[in-house]
């Protein structure tokens, strides 16, 4: 992972400090990342109600590398039975305990995905590894329209900005308000990075910070003004 880094640092005599990740955080990423597929794949299955979701908005472009999906009520397996994700990931990572498992967020106490019956936008961290999800239901009577999966020791939302791991190499980035607006931008070729609105709820000072940390010009834009014609 500090190959490219490391050999820089060597040819040109530099004293460098390798910090290793959270030992918790490969199996992390590894569930993240494999569940981010696994809706990505559902998201054209016939438990979907409406597979061009992504596409009807102009995001079919992105539904790979973005790994836009879609996450049923229920899970029916082979056998014609209703199963849970928390057994999915038990049997799919068996090397990584119930308890473990249950502390990442991703489903509710009785198994059951907490993105159920909803169009998923994962979010990544810095290094590109999915870390949480966001959820767009697909019920118009839902008062949550979306919802985000709980903090968890490496998903903490107030240091998190959406698709920064991608923007973070521009001299310009836009700030913008929701994954819809950033995926629009990206559409038309130009780069963005956001918390989305419900994150969006606890930026406050940290978001300031953030983006002076990153010493790139901003552009702040509201909502109203991302009115893109395609």
């Known amino acids: 992972d500090y190959g490219a880094a490391k050999d820089l640092c060597d040819a040109f005599g530099l004293s460098y400090d390798v910090q290793e990740p959270n030992p918790g955080y490969r199996d992390y990423v590894n569930v993240y990342n494999w569940v981010a597929q696994f809706y990505n794949y559902l998201l054209h299955s016939s438990t979907c109600p409406n597979p ?16 836009l999906g879609y996450c049923p009520a229920v899970f029916i397996d082979k056998s014609n039975q209703v199963n849970n994700l928390r057994n999915i990931l038990k049997n799919k990572f068996p090397k990584i305990d119930e308890a473990t498992l249950d502390s990442y967020g991703l489903y509710d106490s009785n198994g059951y995905s907490i993105m159920a019956g909803r169009y998923t936008f994962p979010i990544f961290d810095s290094r590109g590894n999915v870390i949480g999800f966001s959820g767009r239901t697909t019920d118009a009577d839902n008062p949550a329209k979306y919802l985000n999966t709980p903090e968890t020791a490496f998903f903490k939302k107030r240091f998190v900005l959406y698709n920064y791991h991608k923007a973070k190499k521009y001299g310009q980035v836009y700030v913008v308000e929701g994954y819809c607006d950033a995926l629009s931008l990206i559409v038309h070729k130009d780069k963005a990075y956001t918390r989305g609105r419900r994150m969006a709820e606890k930026l406050n000072r940290n978001k300031e910070i953030k ?8 552009v702040c834009c509201k909502t109203k003004t991302l009115s893109i014609k395609r």
């Open 211 to 218: 983006i002076k940390l990153t010493g790139y010009p901003t």
């Open 52 to 67: 061009e979701y992504f596409s009807s908005r102009g995001f079919s472009s992105l539904e790979k590398e973005y790994l």
